[in-house]
């Protein structure tokens, strides 16, 4: 088992190296701001004074590292300083949407991840057969549609044409458990559409990847029955590549979720997101980044430990 | 019940008896499907949603005759080597070919195609449509059809400009990587995981909140965010080809680098290029499309399809397909483009996929 | 040897086609197969003859991509193209069992073995696990497998390949098959590890009367195997007849031709003498490590003018690796290359273009080794091209010139892609482009062994030629021991990086022996059919297991 831990050791060790040169990335492509952040968000218009004045009080005349390390040590503590537009403390702001977003995500991904890897089991199987060639077309047109496009639909004849669900997913704090999931189906729907078509699509090309080997060729030789194949020979090599496809999409859902929020008017940190860019509130932008790109880097590094824990070689040193 | 509705499922069900008649399995499947869906959906959604169904089909059959045809012209207008390729071709690959071609030519012609400019306004605010304009008017009153013409030839080519920008960087550091080796190729793998690490969209808005929202940083911000992908893959590619003998060949007769990444590495490496060209394209067109959906990628007035979504979004609310079409005109292209680098993957790794 | 005359397994005009290219073609081509209870029947033939195709059609199964189209298939009384799918898995594994070539690639790398083993037997209720467990370890023993109460609770990628092959032969045997198919598997083991596996299957079939398909490329592997031997060819068969006669008397001229390849042998010439002979190539004490883990221990020979050094071993030796030392692909970590006296740079980079030339390189697989998007006449013209500036016609004519050299006709093949040319063509063009660059020395990397026998006859014959034409020195990779004995001047034989006994060659293949080359030329097999028990016999039985399988 030393083997084991100490690759799993070694790739959270890079893990974290990779998340903090990514901080480092998001802090200091603010530097790169023609002038600096004062300058920009009070307008070629400004006087010097109250320029020099709002650099006094966001610490501008600080040497970059040093603010560096206090944005680090702040972010660390979940303090990610006051935006520059309404002084709300950023922790503030994002805590709810960021709680938000998560749900949005987990609803999301409690229906496309058993579903799909079910259904490309399923596709695996049957492949080359017609059922598999429509489901090919159709998983392709559902990546090839922006999550937008997707929305718009179902707002279209979900909600406007039929009354279905709420075209606006408006959140309330008195709301029951029901409703909330009532309120947010359009939103999580889209998700899962485009998500699910991308993990059925790489559910089958592992799965079928995996039956060409051949130890399952042994096996059906020595007269194992179909199903037994796929459960007890196909199903202990596949987590690894299974496990893949779901990190990696759920990384993907990530970006997908900012744009579902948007044309759903979703409370969520996506929408924050996208907002803070268009008024350039940069403490936000960067605290927002950061937590994407962490989540982002979080998910593969729970894939490459899971494919890790998983090989059979590895569990099992010489 | 009416005529129509007892006229859909019998052509139903004869098809299918005819089907199985012949013996043809799979089309028996298919029209068996199509029948059981057309109870279910008849039940719930009524007379409407067959007469959806039938539309659909019907679309589905022009599409697949189109195709059909189409690719029998590309045969009969190409070279030897390429028909017999093209023979190969599905429909839905062919399809795909079609929608590229028409794209091409919109975008090419839009201002002889566009009955009008694509910022001139001709009449009120979300006028309906009629004979000079076919889809209807814009939240300012201009031409809806005129403005996703000219958006084939703006939010196209600034797709493919970045595609190609990301595509040079990226495939040249990539080829350079594998044949150099070493520490260089170590530096950059690692330089690509960092800038992969953070979701491409969420790195762009960074980009664009420090940059600003003009063309020429969009189109580098996403050369910049797409071109370790390209370059992940071309060090693959060209990783495979540079462990065969035939490059250690060349090396030890003493090549130089730029030789064996010209004459040896690349013509072994272009079909899954080229086949990754496309699906870049696709990923940097909807990147693109989602930016101006979210109002920060291309500025009014410049007609884009994604700022055109965004733009007239509050029709959706009035049960209106308007602004749906810009957004249905981006997946038809990503569809598009997508079926031909299906095809061409499927080609290249033979039939290793059985 | 078989005691019972009934009839096992009947085939008669079997076809099997094979999907490329978007349609259906014919790779077996009406082939009849008799086999009685008890009988072992080798199937011979080179690549694509359809041996394995066959004997998969045996078990009423084919591969995706192929199918059977016509014959029939009857396995006691049992017609196997008619039976259902689940009525035919009934029989896998219980009455006819199979053994693949990669034993390492066959057992799931999620199971212990012994569980994949118990696998058939509990499934057909034929035993309980312990009974099961307790039965493969006898098994075990009986494949003199080491440990046997212990080997098979570990994992697949835990055990050497020798032992996995045998431990799927036991797993054959789990049911007590009345029939098994043999797919090549010995090919991918050493020859000193082949030996232990080619007599533990002996032994077992023997013992439980089991008939077996045997299938190889090998004639001498066969000729130890079976009763009787079928040759095929291309799908089709060929001639069919008892072991003894086919060895002694084969009808058919491409059976002759078979028989007669490891005929091709030139005189030994010996070391230039006199004072002022030097040799052309000079290793002298060289080391190497791939990272922490040498590979090369104080290896060094002399290779002179116009002569072959064969470097001899089996996978893992280090011969590859010294060629790559030579080649300056890998500078080794002490030690000196010289070149007619001068030190070569280490790396190959150092090395002037002159260096360069001077040593050449012809490699295993021409699959490889030739750029499949560049055409001949510029894979051959660019040596050329490159190191004596030759352009247009003057090129043009040296192409031609060489091509004539490696007996292809110029016109033909000038312009052609390597892709359009078949295995021995590609070795030849392989060859001309190492001679393109007028080289003192080539290094000769196994070949042949990639090639049928009949095409690397050819290929031997045209080295040969080649070296006397131009005074070449040949640096001659191979563990065929065949091939050494056929065109070496002097052998040097390599066993874990070092060198373990160097010498010309009737001296090498003359008694007394270093112990590992003896156990290296004692392990190859021999045309004749008592050659494994009488080998046996002289080793004595507790030697197998132990021999090289560490």
């Known amino acids: ?84 537009v309404s002084g709300e403390r950023v922790s503030d702001a994002i805590s709810t949407r960021f709680r938000n977003t998560l749900f949005l995500a987990t609803y999301a991904a409690v229906i496309a991840v058993p579903l799909s890897i079910f259904l490309g089991i399923i596709v695996a199987l049957l492949r080359n057969t017609l059922f598999d060639r429509v489901a090919n077309v159709l998983t392709l047109t559902s990546i090839s549609s922006p999550e937008f496009f997707l929305g718009y639909i179902l707002i279209l004849y979900l909600a406007v044409k039929t009354n279905y669900f709420p075209a606006i997913a408006s959140l309330s704090a008195d709301m029951s458990f029901g409703d909330l ?9 889209t998700l899962v559409l485009v998500v699910t078509a991308h993990m059925m699509r790489m559910t089958r090309a592992a799965i079928i990847n995996l039956l060409a080997s051949p130890y399952i060729e042994m096996a059906r030789l020595k007269g194992v029955p179909p199903w037994k194949v796929i459960v007890r020979h196909a199903l202990p090599n596949a987590w690894a590549p299974i496990i893949n496809v779901v990190a990696l999409n759920l990384a993907y859902l990530i970006t997908g979720v900012v744009l579902v929020e948007v044309v759903f008017v979703y409370p969520g940190i996506g929408q924050l997101l996208v907002d803070a860019v268009a008024k350039r509130d940069f403490p936000i932008v960067q605290a927002c980044c950061l937590i994407f790109a962490a989540t982002f880097i979080l998910l593969n590094l729970a894939a490459d430990v899971g494919s890790i824990l998983t090989n059979p070689r590895l569990r099992h040193p010489k | 019940m009416s005529n129509f509705v007892i006229v859909y499922y019998a052509l139903l069900i004869a098809a299918s008896c005819l089907a199985a008649y012949f013996k043809k399995r799979e089309i028996f499947i298919l029209v068996f499907t199509l ?6 959906m008849g039940i719930i959604g009524g007379q409407s949603a067959l007469r959806f169904i039938t539309t659909a089909a019907g679309l589905l059959a022009v599409a697949a005759g ?25 429909l839905t690959a062919a399809f795909g070919m079609f929608v590229i071609c028409t794209y091409a030519i919109a975008g090419i012609f839009a201002p002889i195609i566009a009955p009008f400019g694509e910022a001139q306004v001709i009449s009120s605010a979300f006028a309906p449509a009629d004979e000079t304009m076919l889809l209807g008017a814009d939240q300012l009153g201009r031409d809806m059809f005129s403005r996703i013409i000219y958006g084939a030839r703006n939010t196209v080519g600034l797709a493919l400009l970045a595609t190609m920008l990301a595509f040079i960087m990226g495939a040249l550091a990539g080829l350079l990587a594998a044949t150099k080796g070493g520490w260089f190729d170590q530096f950059l793998g690692r330089f690509a995981d960092v800038i992969m690490s953070i979701p491409s969209l969420i790195f762009a808005l960074l980009m664009l909140s420090i940059f600003g929202t003009n063309l020429i940083v969009i189109v580098i911000v996403i050369a910049v965010i797409y071109s370790p992908r390209v370059f992940r893959l071309t060090r693959a590619v060209a990783g495979n080809v540079v462990v065969m003998d035939y490059i250690e060949a060349a090396k030890l007769r003493g ?50 399809w994604g700022s055109m979504v965004r733009e007239n979004a509050t029709l959706i609310s009035f049960g209106e397909l308007t602004p749906l079409i810009p957004a249905a005109a981006i997946a038809l292209l990503t569809v598009a483009v997508n079926f031909v680098v299906d095809w061409m993957l499927f080609r290249s790794s033979g039939l290793k996929e059985m | 040897m078989a005691p019972k005359k009934d009839v096992l397994l009947q085939v008669r005009d079997l076809r099997i086609e094979g999907y490329s290219d978007e349609q259906w073609i014919e790779i077996v081509h009406g082939v009849d197969l008799t086999l009685h209870r008890g009988e072992v029947l080798g199937l011979i033939g080179e690549s694509g003859a359809g041996k394995s195709t066959i004997g998969l059609a045996a078990m009423g199964f084919a591969r995706d991509g192929c199918r059977i189209s016509g014959g029939s298939i009857e396995f006691d009384g049992l017609e196997l193209t008619t039976t259902s799918e689940s009525d035919l898995r009934a029989l896998r594994g219980s009455r006819i069992a199979y053994v693949a070539q990669s034993a390492a690639a066959s057992f ?36 003199r497998l080491p440990n046997p109460g212990e080997i098979g609770f570990r994992y697949p990628h835990q055990v050497s390949g020798g032992q996995l092959q045998r431990a799927m032969t036991a797993m054959a045997m789990a049911c007590r098959p009345d029939l098994i198919i043999f797919d090549e598997p010995t090919t991918a083991l050493d020859v000193t ?71 091709f042998k030139r005189p030994q010439k010996a070391r230039p003498a006199g004072p002022d002979a030097q040799p052309i190539v000079s290793v002298k004490g060289i080391e190497a490590s791939y990272g922490k883990t040498k590979v090369l221990d104080d290896v060094s020979f002399d290779v002179y003018p116009g002569m072959t050094v064969a470097v001899v071993g089996e996978s893992g030796s280090g011969k590859s690796t010294t060629a790559r030392c030579i080649t300056g692909l890998l500078p080794p970590t002490s030690g000196e290359i010289l070149f007619k006296g001068e030190p070569l740079p280490p790396r190959y980079q150092d090395r002037s273009k002159d260096q360069l030339r001077q040593v050449q390189m012809i490699y295993q697989m021409a699959d490889t080794a030739l750029n499949p998007k560049i055409r001949i006449c510029d894979i051959i013209g660019r040596p050329a091209q490159f190191y004596s500036g030759l352009r247009g016609t003057a090129l043009k004519s040296r192409v031609d010139e060489l091509l004539d050299l490696i007996e292809l006709e110029p016109s033909k093949y000038y312009s052609r892609y390597p892709t359009e040319l078949s295995g021995g063509q590609k070795q030849r063009i392989g060859i001309a482009r190492a001679l393109a660059a007028d080289p003192s020395f080539i290094i000769c990397d196994e070949v042949t062994s990639a090639l049928d026998q009949l095409v690397a006859e050819g290929i031997l014959k045209l080295l040969d030629r080649l070296q006397k034409e131009f005074n070449l020195a040949y640096m001659f990779i191979t ?26 060659k009737d001296e090498m293949f003359t008694p007394p022996h270093h112990p590992y080359t003896d156990l290296l030329l004692s392990s190859v097999p021999e045309m004749d059919p008592n050659w494994l028990t009488s080998l046996l016999e002289e080793r004595g039985t507790d030697q197998i297991g132990e021999a090289a399988d560490v």
Request: net charge negative; proline share 5%; hydrophobic share 50%.
């Open chain 3, 479 to 504: 563990h065929d021991l065949a091939t050494v004995r056929s065109i070496a001047d002097e052998v040097v034989v390599m066993q874990k990086g070092k060198v373990v006994e160097q010498g010309p």
């Open chain 1, 1 to 84: 088992m030393g083997d084991i831990l100490q690759l799993v050791l070694r790739r959270l060790g890079l893990g974290l190296i990779t998340l903090f040169v990514v901080s480092i990335l998001i802090f200091f492509a603010v530097e790169l701001l023609p002038g600096d952040i004062a300058q920009a968000v009070l307008g070629q218009g400004a006087t010097a004074e109250t320029v020099a004045a709002l650099r006094e009080k966001l610490g501008l005349n600080d040497p970059a590292f040093i603010r560096y390390f206090h944005w680090l040590g702040g972010a660390l503590t979940g303090d990610f300083g006051v935006s520059l």
């Open chain 2, 66 to 90: 189109m195709s059909y045809a189409f690719r029998e012209f590309l045969i009969l207008i190409t070279p030897e080597g390429v028909a017999k390729e093209l023979r190969t071709a599905p």
């Open chain 1, 181 to 189: 999931l009532h309120r947010t189906f359009l939103p999580a729907l």
């Open chain 2, 255 to 304: 090549e130089g680098t730029w030789y064996l990444i010209r004459k040896e590495i690349l013509p072994n490496s272009t079909a899954p290029l080229i086949a990754e060209f496309g699906l870049e394209f696709c990923f940097v067109f909807l990147l693109i499309a989602g930016l101006s959906f979210l109002g920060l990628g291309v500025q009014p007035p410049t007609a884009d």
């Open chain 3, 193 to 263: 590890t082949q030996i232990e596996v080619l007599a533990a299957i002996r032994d077992i079939v023997d013992q439980f009367n089991t008939a077996a398909i045997y299938i190889t490329h090998d004639l001498a592997v066969v000729a130890q195997m079976a009763d009787t031997i079928k040759v095929l060819l291309k799908g089709e068969e060929i001639e069919e007849a008892p072991t003894e006669q086919m060895l002694d008397e084969p009808k058919e001229d491409y059976t002759k031709s078979l028989w007669a390849v490891r005929s």
């Open chain 2, 35 to 40: 029948t059981l869906v057309s109870f279910f």
């Open chain 3, 108 to 143: 799931n790398p999620a199971h212990r073995i012994i569980d994949q083993h118990t696998e058939a037997p509990i499934q057909y209720r034929i035993q309980k696990r312990v009974e099961a467990q307790e039965d493969a370890m006898q098994l075990y023993e009986r494949l």
